[in-house]
């Protein structure tokens, strides 16, 4: 579409995150079957629900507007989540976990883009309503990044830890020697 007025140009951001929340709701599930740790399954689910609140805070603002929010396809997050998907096909389970919290991050981040500039336009435009919609997801998807991050900080280790298992398996423990070097190094300088 050709968007003459920043109105349009609001209307054309919201059609976009619509298709991308959509695309989220479908791809989420196969995220959440291929999640081994319970933790992780849960979160996954939890923003799903989550995601279908926020698909239909996105069409009860285009109703107001007078527009249809199904009017474009966000290729961005396509792309963010065919790579999710094609690196969920390249990893070994000891690190599944790990990928799959880095493809939910790089989802999150993207939306978060996208809200922010939304609830902005909403604001300038005089939809104080809608900005506060749009602020609400904006602040459940910095949320679920935030949960994530927290998850990653023990399954990120896990994976860490089952890659010098096999490491030391097949090279006699020569790396695990030079990470403690390593961390002996980081401890000074931290001193
Ligand atoms: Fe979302
Ligand atoms: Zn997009
Ligand atoms: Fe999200």
Do not use: W
């Amino acid at each position: 579409m050709t968007a003459n007025s920043l109105q349009e140009l609001y209307v054309e951001q919201l059609q976009d995150l619509y298709s991308a929340e959509q695309q989220i709701i479908k791809a989420f599930p196969k995220m959440i079957e291929a999640a081994q740790s319970d933790e992780l399954r849960s979160a996954l689910k939890e923003h799903l629900e989550v995601t279908r609140k926020q698909a239909s805070r996105i069409e009860t603002i285009c109703q107001e507007l007078g527009e249809d929010a199904q009017n474009e396809k966000c290729k961005g997050m396509e792309g963010v989540l065919k790579e999710g998907s094609d690196l969920l096909k390249e990893v070994s389970r000891e690190v599944r976990d790990a990928a799959i919290i880095a493809a939910a991050q790089r989802v999150e981040h993207y939306e978060m883009a996208g809200y922010g500039t939304a609830r902005t336009y909403a604001t300038l435009l005089g939809f104080p309503d809608a900005a506060s919609m749009l602020e609400q997801t904006l602040e459940e998807e910095k949320e679920a990044d935030q949960t994530l991050s927290e998850l990653a900080e023990e399954l990120n280790v896990e994976a860490l830890e089952a890659g010098e298992n096999s490491e030391q398996e097949s090279e006699q423990g020569s790396n695990r020697v030079k990470r403690s070097k390593k961390s002996v190094a980081r401890g000074k300088r931290a001193a």
